[in-house]
């Protein structure tokens, strides 16, 4: 009996916790690959300019000095002391000297990209974010409560470094109680602006990975990941069925999908994952299996109808993003 009820708790957050795994992967996968591109040595392209060098240096007797300027400008200046060497002819017309690229710590690559997604936003209070239509909100941060832009800014900038720190909760609660004071809307309201304002750009730090273009081409679905528990808003259910044959899986340029997509309302806990082909299918998406199948893509992209949402949903997505 009590396994049941621990079985039936573990598949509630089923998705989820397959979402953390997979996002662990792939972000692990790309800060590693930029670790490891950061500390190999470029060394085909150095051995590819001490070919050309070699075939041509016989040859640089015979060129004019305008000539002989045009060929050096090929070279990075990374190789001057190679060229002094082998061609001293090249060396008075070669670049000058980079300076030397800045050590980059390896991070993990969503972290950064979430963090960035934030401290782009431009700083308004309430009242002028208010004004703007839905498109130039995505674009902005404000805190209700707050009348200053001063005031905004300190919490903006307080939560950019949360996310790039790792977020904690308690730890941003009590640097805004110091810097401004507790909010005038109390504690559940800070507690919501943080976990809100990560969710969301933890999201758009995902896009912008996803939106290079090869992983564009890995993952060209991506799933609603929702916890099937008692706090599941009905918007979310409904969004969690209405994807391609019934799943919570969308094409990733779907127009309903990238309407609707998390968080989509205040408190929203879902998570998003963008799935390869073979995963699409396997969660019974009809057009990744036929794509798997055939190898070709589909020709006209499978996009869903629009669903038909509960009563309440355009407000509550209209409060996303004002708390
Ligand atoms: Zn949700």
């Known amino acids: 009996m009590r396994l049941a009820r621990v079985q039936a708790l573990l ?79 090249l060396a008075p017309h070669l670049p000058p000297a980079e300076p030397a690229a800045p050590k980059v710590e390896p991070k993990l690559a969503l972290v950064e990209a979430a963090a960035a997604a934030l401290r782009q936003k431009g700083v308004l209070t309430k009242p002028e974010y ?53 909010s005038p809307l109390g504690q559940a309201h800070m507690e919501t602006v943080f976990r809100d304002t990560v969710q969301k750009h933890y999201a758009e730090g995902m896009d912008k990975m996803a939106a290079h273009p090869l992983v564009q081409e890995l993952f060209p679905f991506v799933a609603n990941e929702a916890i099937f528990d008692a706090r ?25 999908w990238k309407k609707y997509q998390n968080p989509r309302h205040i408190r929203c806990r879902c998570g998003r994952r963008y799935l390869t082909i073979e995963q699409a299918a396997a969660l019974g998406v009809k057009a990744a299996q036929r794509w798997l199948k055939t190898g070709r893509p589909p020709a006209v992209p499978p996009f869903v109808p629009e669903p038909k949402l509960p009563p309440g949903s355009e407000r509550a997505r209209q409060a996303l993003g004002t708390v």
């Open 11 to 89: 598949r509630s957050y089923q998705q989820a916790l397959a979402g953390i795994l997979h996002r662990t992967v792939l972000h692990a996968g790309l800060a590693g690959m930029r670790a490891l591109a950061n500390a190999l040595p470029v060394l085909p392209e150095a051995s590819a300019v001490r070919h050309i060098l070699r075939a041509y240096v016989p040859r640089l007797t015979r060129l004019e000095p305008a000539e002989v300027k045009a060929f050096a400008a090929l070279f990075p200046a990374s190789y001057r002391d190679e060229l002094r060497h082998l061609a001293p002819r």
């Open 130 to 182: 208010d004004r703007l239509d839905a498109q130039a909100r995505q674009q902005a941060f404000t805190v209700a409560g707050q009348t200053t832009r001063a005031a905004v800014q300190k919490i903006h900038d307080l939560l950019a470094e949360q996310i790039s720190q790792g977020p904690e909760q308690r730890g941003f609660v009590k640097k805004w109680t110091a810097a401004l004071g507790e």
């Open 232 to 256: 599941l808003s009905e918007l979310c259910r409904v969004i969690s069925r209405s994807g391609l044959d019934g799943s919570n899986v969308y094409h990733r340029d779907d127009p309903v």
